[in-house]
């Protein structure tokens, strides 16, 4: 396949898959924060149970959905990169793969596809050298 296809292929991928990735947190927050208000403002006396062991819980969810936020917007950089075909976009969709294999299932799978296209020859030397061929012509 053409390196040049291969890596617009590649952004488009990564673009679609950040976006999904920011709607589907965005829905997860949302959804989240209505369940946890709702739980606690059920729950009797104002040192329940309920607010000091739901505090935790969301702080862990609210961590794990910054993480999962970072990863996408890493993706959605490196897809426009991809793209455009610059340089620099070998190296972010290489950070972004490694941290996306900790987004189960989703993450691991484009983490792998990503990290072998990365690695191949073709790919490598055509993304390092696009910017100069366009400067001299």
């Known amino acids: 396949m053409n390196p040049e296809k291969a890596s617009k292929a590649l952004g488009i991928i990564a673009i679609i898959y950040a976006i999904l990735g920011i709607l589907i947190l965005a829905g997860i927050l949302a959804l989240s924060v209505f369940l946890f208000r709702s739980i606690i ?10 607010k000091t062991s739901l505090s935790p819980v969301f702080f862990i969810l609210l961590l794990i959905l910054a993480y999962n936020l970072a990863a996408s917007i890493l993706w959605l ?28 299932p989703s993450g691991i799978i484009m983490g792998i596809v990503y990290f072998v296209f990365m690695f191949n020859k073709d790919l490598k030397n055509r993304l390092k050298t696009f910017k100069s061929i366009e400067i001299i012509k």
Do not use: C, F, H
Request: a positive charge; zero cysteines.
């Open 41 to 50: 403002s059920t729950s009797t006396g104002s040192s329940s149970i309920a």
């Open 77 to 104: 950089i490196s897809g426009i990169g991809l793209v455009k075909l610059e340089p620099w976009s070998r190296t972010i969709t290489i950070v972004a793969s490694a941290v996306g294999i900790l987004q189960i």
